[in-house]
């Protein structure tokens, strides 16, 4: 189960505009990426094209699949993976948030937001922890002082006798 493109694209009255496109073709070898990110490009443009505004259609290509949404306000998305990716998931993904279309997806944002406030808590706490030590380091310093000053008060009071 594999997604190898997310595209976002306009449609024009004169032509399609690709607006942003993010693509893994890690699974290609290292020459023929360039080929194929090309290739999905053009396929992403040319579905868009011949699919009407307000409909969404699924494109078989050999071991790929080709997933399109065209919004009415021209707005189109369009996702390439192979034939495992559950069209569900693709055309969830096309027609809302992308943390909502997937539940794991949504669950890895819930974590990662997670992550970051306990992060925060244990920077919090560590900084208290250090102005702790502090105050320890400074009451040791202070009950040092009291004790020599109690001392020294007292070798000082017992010179004189109280009549």
Do not use: W
């Not at 032509?15 to 290292?30: E, G, N, P, R, T």
């Amino acid at each position: 189960m594999k997604l190898y493109s997310l595209s976002v694209l306009y449609k024009g009255e004169a032509k399609v505009v690709l607006l942003k496109a993010a693509y893994d073709v890690s699974s290609f070898s290292f020459f023929q990426r360039s080929s194929v990110q090309e290739f999905m490009t053009f396929t992403s443009q040319l579905i868009v094209e011949r699919s009407s505004k307000g409909t969404r259609a699924s494109v078989k290509e050999q071991d790929y699949l080709c997933h399109v949404y065209v919004r009415n306000d021209s707005l189109a998305g369009v996702v390439i993976a192979d034939n495992e990716y559950p069209s569900r998931v693709a055309f969830t993904l096309l027609e809302k948030n992308p943390r909502e279309a997937d539940p794991m997806t949504k669950v890895q944002a819930e974590l990662d937001e997670t992550k970051i406030i306990l992060h925060n808590t244990m920077e919090s706490l560590l900084e208290r922890g250090e102005k702790l030590d502090d105050l320890v380091s400074k009451s040791e310093v202070l009950g040092t002082q009291s004790k020599a000053f109690y001392k020294t008060a007292r070798k000082q009071n017992s010179c004189c006798a109280i009549m």
